[in-house]
């Protein structure tokens, strides 16, 4: 029996995150053929194909994607054992990879890793960015960050931030040019502007008040899968956008926007940083989750 690896192993979790040979080699420093060879060696070795390759684009086929989820966590427990016996338990060291929704790594950015990445300046800090849920663990990393309502249960969380709303806001020539909307039901004469979501549909505005629970779904005449986009839409006076209130904080001080329907926006649980309870914690990570809860 030929023995696999753990180059080999590493090479397919890398091909796999960055759905990439090009984009696995760049992360690895290795080069794209010896990429490849590293691939087909394991499949051959294997006797199944582990990607569905074309000029466009690379897979994980079913089988794939089955070998994947059951060796990423066993590699990440290796690799963070042998960093943990190399620098000591109590020295972070590494790659902290975070997955976080677009958007997120923004808000993490003050305080928490820029204070981080002044305590720690050997950790390389590894943010990826996307707004549909993932494995965490089978994807590499040692942590996400989401929205308290989608931590997984199984996994232990750490506030990030307090409560928030999203906001109903447009700009005030906006507001004079077409009305101010007092009822949900009138946003569907408005021109808004949308949230596209990882799945290609838009996101239907949620509004709540007195235990009414409306899901807008309104005519939309501008829509991003950007956060930024959609804000400096809104701006713009393109229409009346659903913005998270983190975002747009100076500019409701300042006036340039200014939210309506507030009594139909509820707050809801903030930011969660979570990891897996069952699994070692390496102390990059260790780190990061004592500097979340030194912080106010």
């Not at 997955?99 to 305080?111: D, F, I």
């Not at 909307?181 to 979501?197: A, C, V, Y």
Request: include cysteine.
């Amino acid at each position: 029996m030929h023995r696999t690896g753990m180059t080999e192993l590493e090479v397919v979790l890398a091909v796999a995150r960055r759905n990439s040979f090009r984009g696995a080699a760049q992360e690895l420093g290795m080069s794209t053929t010896a990429v490849s060879s590293a691939v087909a060696g394991l499949e051959a070795r294997l006797k199944v194909r582990l990607f569905n390759r074309s000029t466009r684009s690379v897979a994980l086929t079913d089988i794939g994607q089955r070998y994947v989820a059951r060796i990423a966590p066993a590699l990440a427990q290796i690799k963070s054992a042998g960093e943990e016996a190399s620098v000591g338990p109590d020295e972070p060291s590494g790659t902290l990879r975070i997955n976080a929704p677009y958007g997120a790594a923004y808000l993490l950015l003050e305080p928490l890793l820029k204070q981080y990445a002044q305590r720690y300046p050997d950790v390389r800090i590894d943010i990826v960015s996307e707004s549909s849920m993932v494995d965490i663990i089978a994807g590499g990393f040692d942590a996400g960050v989401r929205l308290a309502e989608s931590v997984p249960q199984d996994m232990i969380a750490v506030a990030l931030s307090g409560d928030v709303r999203m906001l109903v806001v447009a700009t005030p020539e906006y507001l004079e040019r077409h009305g101010v909307p007092e009822h949900p039901r009138d946003l569907l004469t408005h021109r808004s502007i949308g949230m596209r979501m990882a799945h290609g549909g838009l996101y239907q505005w949620e509004l709540e008040r007195d235990g009414q629970k409306l899901q807008m779904d309104l005519p939309v005449h501008f829509a991003s899968n950007e956060l930024l986009a959609i804000k400096q839409a809104v701006l713009l006076g393109l229409g009346i956008g659903f913005i998270s209130e983190w975002f747009i904080v100076d500019e409701l001080a300042s006036g340039a926007l200014v939210p309506v329907l507030v009594p139909w926006c509820p707050s809801f649980g903030g930011l969660r940083l979570y990891y897996s309870g069952h699994r070692f914690v390496p102390a990059r990570l260790r780190a990061l989750i004592e500097l979340a809860q030194e912080l106010p």
